[in-house]
Structure formats: structure tokens, C-alpha cells
């Protein structure tokens, strides 16, 4: 791997709250936001060759939207529902392979991961993504596995402050 993007799924809607949580779809503002980050992505020359996403509903219709603006297919993968960050070195560590990785999930998770890797607490609204470079595993020190020392965070892009 050598760009890991991490971003949480678009602004999901609360209008019907008998709906469980991995049901909900997005809202206005998450279908307006998803595609314009796909966008932005795509002029920062960030377009992830694999894009993997949580199960919920928001989280797929967030990384569908994007992938139609970068033209790429989206990979399910249940163990970014909800996440904890061994859940997210599980899940890299099988992706380790991939030049870009654009991966969709959910807070807390999210936050959490970014603080592992930064140390510093970061706000991840709606949409937020948050790029990280890959060392390779020599420049790392590691042994080819999937390592939180071996990224670097480069930025976080916000939906309100860039679009």
C-alpha cells in the first residue's frame, strides 16, 4: 500500500428512527457531500485503485457515490462496521497489496484509528477524510505486515472546508 484513505461515511438521516442503525441511508447533505469528496479526491490524484467499506447501508451508499466518480468497484467488508482499530489492522493487513486504499467505515472508530496513527485527537465529521502515506515495510523497520508505524498522516479534508 502506498496512500491509505480513511473516511467516515457521509451524513446519514435520522427521519425514521425505527430504523435500525446499520439501515440508515444518507440524508441530503450526505448524497450532495459523498460524490463532491469523490471529487476532491480525484483532484488531489488520490483515486484508490480498492475502496472498501463497512456493511451499513450509509457507509455503501457514501463509497457507491464515490466510486462512480472515480470509476472503480466497491468491496464490502463487515469488519468496518463499527471498527475498533485491531479490527482496522485486521482488515488492512489483508489490503496491504493495494497502491490506494480509500476505506469507508464510521466514529468512533475513525477517530480512534487517526489518534493511534497521529496521537493527537482529531475530529472526523461526516465525510471527513483523512490521508495517510505508506511507508514500505523496509523503510519501516517491519516485516511486511500491515503496521500503524509505517503511516505517515499527510491531512484531513473536511467537507466544509474544501468543497
Not at 486504499?101 to 485527537?121: K, M, Q, S, W
Request: proline share 4%.
Amino acid at each position: 500500500m502506498k496512500n491509505l484513505l480513511v473516511m467516515r461515511h457521509a451524513k446519514s438521516s435520522w427521519s425514521d428512527f425505527d430504523l435500525p442503525d446499520h439501515e440508515r441511508p444518507l440524508n441530503k447533505r450526505g448524497n450532495r457531500d459523498a460524490p463532491r469528496m469523490g471529487e476532491w479526491l480525484k483532484s488531489q490524484g488520490l483515486v484508490p485503485d480498492q475502496i472498501l467499506c463497512s456493511s451499513a447501508i450509509r457507509a455503501k451508499q457514501t463509497a457507491e457515490a464515490i466510486a462512480e466518480v472515480v470509476e472503480r468497484s466497491v468491496e464490502i467488508v463487515e469488519d468496518l462496521y463499527l471498527a475498533s482499530v485491531s479490527q482496522w489492522q485486521q482488515v488492512l493487513t489483508v489490503h496491504a497489496d493495494a497502491g490506494t486504499v480509500l476505506a469507508i467505515a464510521h466514529n468512533p472508530g475513525i477517530e480512534e484509528f487517526v489518534h493511534r496513527v497521529d496521537g493527537i485527537y482529531e475530529r472526523m465529521p461526516t465525510a471527513a477524510v483523512a490521508w495517510f502515506d505508506v511507508m514500505s515495510a523496509k523503510d519501516s523497520g517491519g516485516d511486511g505486515n500491515f503496521s500503524f508505524d509505517a503511516l505517515s498522516l499527510q491531512t484531513i479534508w473536511r467537507p466544509k472546508e474544501v468543497l
